[in-house]
């Protein structure tokens, strides 16, 4: 089992920034992807970034060039930069972990971002 404890959400006005973080424990396979993921109200949750533990990362089109992935191996700890913040980018953020051998997925519970003027 792998717990996970994300902080960092709040309210931002057009522009600001903010950085979300999510802190995994608990029995860590070393080869894992660690990942944020969003969920706007009325809508499905959709993918943000990803990293793998080797330090691959993948975005979302959506925001490319404004948010940045990375990730902390020694406290298992995954963090979003998110910059040029929109109104769009309002929604529920989740951290998720997962590994392929064994297959394996978890969630954290999620922190709101706001972003409103």
């Known amino acids: 089992q792998v717990q996970l404890v994300e902080s960092g959400g709040g309210l931002v006005q057009p522009g600001g920034s903010l950085r979300l973080s999510c802190a995994a424990s608990?029995?860590?396979?070393?080869?894992?992807?660690m990942g944020w993921y969003r969920q706007a109200p009325g809508k499905q949750r959709e993918l943000v970034a990803t990293i793998t533990s080797g330090g691959s990362r993948n975005y979302a089109d959506a925001i490319k060039g404004r948010f940045t992935i990375s990730r902390d191996s020694a406290t298992n700890t995954v963090y979003l930069q998110m910059n040029s913040l929109k109104p769009e980018d309002t929604a529920v953020y989740y951290c998720r972990f997962s590994t392929l051998r064994p297959t394996y997925l978890t969630w954290g519970q999620g922190t709101q971002v706001t972003v409103s003027s």
């Open positions: 608990g029995n860590i396979f070393s080869a894992n992807t």
